[in-house]
């Protein structure tokens, strides 16, 4: 059974110090060989997001490594829609807006996009019906021995919420491989909306995939990188998501977590901040108020044992009064008309990790 360590926002303790505790009891921190580079994955929040991870927790996890020896960095890769993050520029902006540089964080922040080395990973004996092939992968993030992912726990309006293994099955590929995966949750316009034909969609595709013919929206399928603009640009709600598209999003989700892990040859833990549990994530802008009340920190060195842990942990924390009439279980899942627990299961058949876990508090 796999072992969650955990640490309560509940007791006294600075979450600074409960977040060095976890390192030492998960011994991750004693693993670290000096002058090793250490590849630390995060989502550094969109431009216009406020409940993105908070600086200072990336900078303990930082300093921990720096006191074993080890040489970290900060890496994300760019986004598959227009916004603060779709090119390395961009993103660096919108990381150092929101206190990511390296005189706050105290390592270097390094973007990788398309044009940087990359590996292909194939997908093997694919399962519930996932025709994804291949996944593509910075080598930026397989080449160094220890891998550390830190995930804020947020809900996700496609895959219910988003954890570590969002964050390794969309944040650790190339745009391609993430449009590979969204093919699956295109948005489709919904002919019995009343569409006024305000070209707000059209204005808004960034690959002009959308015209307006005879007032009524037509997209180009062929020029459509399913980044889901149409959908979140429009007032009447004409654009919708395809029945099933959000589980099936979550089957490839979980291939693509697979995918990157067989890739990756080193030592990965998993810290998941569950805190500032909004509705939306953290490319979201706003992403909204949170829904419950900050639980804590986990470590794991199993993705969909903390993955789970966490929606466990966000279910007994006491809700916001106003915040949401959904109930327990699966919190964030039911938020978003879906099942977060696809993208688990799917990852435990693959063989990455065991939804069975035994939480340890430190």
């Not at 900078?59 to 993050?85: C, E, H, M, S």
């Not at 916001?320 to 008309?337: E, N, Q, R, V």
Request: a neutral charge.
């Amino acid at each position: 059974m796999a072992q969650v360590f955990f640490s309560s926002y509940k007791g006294d303790e600075n979450p600074l110090t409960g977040l060095r505790h976890l390192f030492d009891r998960s011994a991750f921190a004693g693993m670290i060989r000096k002058d090793e580079p250490v590849a630390i994955k995060l989502h550094m929040g969109e431009k216009g997001n406020i409940r993105h991870l908070r600086p200072v927790l990336v900078r303990q996890v930082v300093d921990i490594i720096i006191a074993k020896g080890g040489k970290p960095f900060l890496t994300d890769t760019v986004a598959n829609y227009p916004g603060g993050r779709e090119s390395k520029a961009k993103y660096l902006d919108t990381a150092a807006r929101n206190g990511f540089v390296e005189a706050t964080v105290n390592a270097p922040v390094m973007i990788t996009d398309d044009d940087d080395e990359l590996q292909t990973i194939p997908i093997k004996d694919a399962i519930e019906g996932c025709k994804l092939e291949e996944v593509k992968v910075p080598s930026l993030l397989l080449k160094p021995p220890f891998l550390v992912v830190l995930s804020h726990v947020k809900g996700h309006e496609l895959t219910g919420f988003g954890g570590a293994l969002k964050n390794l099955g969309m944040g650790c590929v190339s745009t391609e491989s993430k449009r590979a995966q969204h093919y699956v949750n295109m948005p489709i316009f919904a002919e019995e909306k009343e569409c006024n034909a305000c070209g707000k969609c059209v204005d808004a595709c960034p690959t002009k995939a959308i015209t307006l013919v005879d007032e009524k929206p037509q997209r180009a399928a062929a020029e459509c990188t399913y980044c889901g603009t149409c959908h979140f640009k429009c007032p009447s709600d004409c654009w919708i998501w395809p029945p099933g598209s959000k589980e099936k999003l979550q089957v490839y989700l979980g291939h693509a977590a697979s995918a990157v892990l067989s890739g990756y040859q080193g030592k990965a833990i998993f810290v998941n901040f569950i805190q500032e549990v909004v509705p939306y994530c953290d490319c979201a802008a706003p992403s909204g108020n949170p829904v419950v009340q900050d639980v804590g920190i986990a470590v794991s060195f199993d993705p969909v044992a903390i993955d789970k842990a966490s929606l466990d942990l966000v279910d007994k924390s006491p809700i916001i009064p106003g915040a949401t009439s959904a109930k327990p279980p699966d919190i964030l899942g039911k938020m978003h008309h879906t099942s977060s627990l696809v993208q688990l299961e799917t990852a435990e058949k693959l063989g990455v990790g065991s939804l069975k876990y035994k939480l340890v508090s430190v």
